[in-house]
């Protein structure tokens, strides 16, 4: 039952999942009309999110990823440079756009996410579905209000989870959220937008 629950949980809080409902919510947030946003959410996908997907499913296709979760942390390099890549596009597409200033600072998260998560790949494995989930919680504070903050419980869930399934250990979860919290609690500072 419980082993249902943490792959029910897991599958909901994936990682691509997570972050595109945080990207959808800025744009939400923003003034402007529904064509700019449209236009910004069809970009956000080319760019940050065919690329770490098209790596996925050809590596997946192909073998070099074993189960949907990458539980293997070896077999999460070329989706996560991809991810960095897609990011560092997106960024660079978007302040040529001059595209409003929150939506600059959620994109530069998401790219210094990736480069974090990614250089932490390399030495040691961290939760992605961690991160993913806490990013989206620091969204719906920084952005939308302080009243979110009961949130945080879902990233203490989504934790849970990935140590009961045996994909994380705690050292790694906790290490997940934290490293979102300072990148992007930091990156919405540089921008004036850290409201707490």
Avoid: C
Wanted: no cysteine; glycine share 8%; net charge positive.
């Amino acid at each position: 039952m419980l082993k249902k629950f943490s792959l029910l949980v897991s599958y909901i809080s994936e990682p691509f999942l997570t972050s595109f409902l945080a990207f959808g919510l800025v744009l939400l947030r923003l003034e402007g009309g529904i064509g700019d946003k449209f236009v910004w959410g069809i970009l956000a996908v080319i760019f940050a999110g065919l690329p770490p997907t098209i790596t996925f499913i050809y590596e997946k296709r192909s073998g070099k990823i074993g189960d949907w979760f990458i539980t293997n942390r070896l077999e999460r390099r070329d989706v996560h440079i991809a991810w960095i890549f897609g990011s560092v596009a997106l960024s660079l597409v978007f302040w040529q756009l001059a595209v409003p200033r929150l939506l600059i600072a959620t994109v530069l998260s998401l790219f210094f996410l990736s480069l974090v998560v990614t250089i932490a790949t390399f030495l040691w494995k961290i939760s992605v579905h961690v991160v993913g989930m806490t990013f989206l919680i620091l969204i719906l504070l920084l952005v939308y209000s302080s009243n979110f903050l009961p949130g945080v419980l879902i990233i203490g869930l989504i934790a849970w989870t990935r140590i009961y399934l045996g994909h994380h250990t705690l050292s790694q979860v906790t290490a997940a959220a934290l490293l979102t919290v300072l990148v992007v609690y930091y990156t919405f500072y540089l921008f004036g937008l850290a409201t707490f």
